[in-house]
């Protein structure tokens, strides 16, 4: 069974920061991987996917990810940290016809 | 294009009532469909799932059911609320092997 891991429930970082958010997954087939943002009371969007493509994934909003086999990890990056950035931020796993997600992080930017 | 329509945005129901949440997707034929649950601080857990009509695959075991029965409508679906039902209900479709998810129904359990 495939399964994501996201390390650290809550993140906070100021403005112009750099965003590091960490997901390690777990699966006994090459995996596609996604992650996922939503916003308050609202439903998630795509911030990008990972479909054994290239390693390095660009997203939206200046969002990217790698994908590191040896490490089992896709962890989510993006250089500067902008206010429009909070929301809580998941990770997924695709299995046969259902994705996993992880727990959830939550991201609150500093002015 | 294909959208998702999820209603109603928000509910408010008394313990041991019925509840019906709709979820309909346009612009797409045979979609694989889903009912997740966010609690707080919970992340999110997959419900149920379908992949095609009359076919609904439960993951967890609990108060509710889910039924599809046309090509592009899910429901959930409780004949007694509890409590512990309380929480934030996606409804999604995937295409494109990835998940477009609704709006959200905001449910709460008095």
């Known amino acids: 069974a495939q399964s994501v891991t996201q390390l650290g429930s809550h993140v906070s970082v100021s403005e112009g920061a750099l965003v590091l958010l960490r997901c390690n997954y777990s699966?006994?087939?090459?995996?596609?991987l996604f992650w996922y943002v939503q916003y308050p009371n609202q439903g998630l969007q795509l911030l990008l996917k990972?479909?054994?493509?290239?390693?390095l994934v660009k997203g939206i909003n200046g969002f990217e990810a790698e994908f590191k086999k040896s490490e089992t990890s896709f962890h989510l990056t993006k250089p500067s940290a902008h206010m429009s950035d909070a929301a809580e931020y998941f990770c997924?796993?695709?299995?046969?016809?259902?994705?996993?997600f992880g727990a959830g992080t939550t991201v609150t930017v500093r002015a | 294009s294909q959208t998702i329509h999820q209603w109603p945005a928000t509910l408010v129901q008394p313990v041991g009532s019925p509840l019906s949440l709709e979820c309909t997707v346009e612009?797409?034929?045979?979609?694989?469909l889903y009912w997740y649950r966010q609690a707080a601080g919970r992340g999110l857990q997959l419900l149920f799932y379908?992949?095609?009509?009359?076919?609904i695959s439960s993951e967890v075991p609990q108060n509710l059911s889910a039924s599809r029965p046309q090509d592009r409508q899910f429901i959930l679906s409780s004949k007694k609320l509890l409590l512990s039902d309380s929480g934030f209900y996606l409804c999604?479709?995937?295409?494109?092997?990835?998940?477009?998810f609704g709006s959200g129904t905001q449910l709460s359990v008095l």
């Open positions: 997924a796993v695709s299995g046969r016809d259902k994705l996993s």
């Open positions: 990972y479909t054994s493509a290239a390693t």
């Open positions: 999604a479709w995937s295409g494109q092997g990835e998940l477009f």
């Open positions: 699966s006994s087939v090459p995996p596609y």
């Open positions: 379908s992949v095609g009509i009359g076919q």
């Open positions: 612009g797409t034929s045979n979609p694989n």
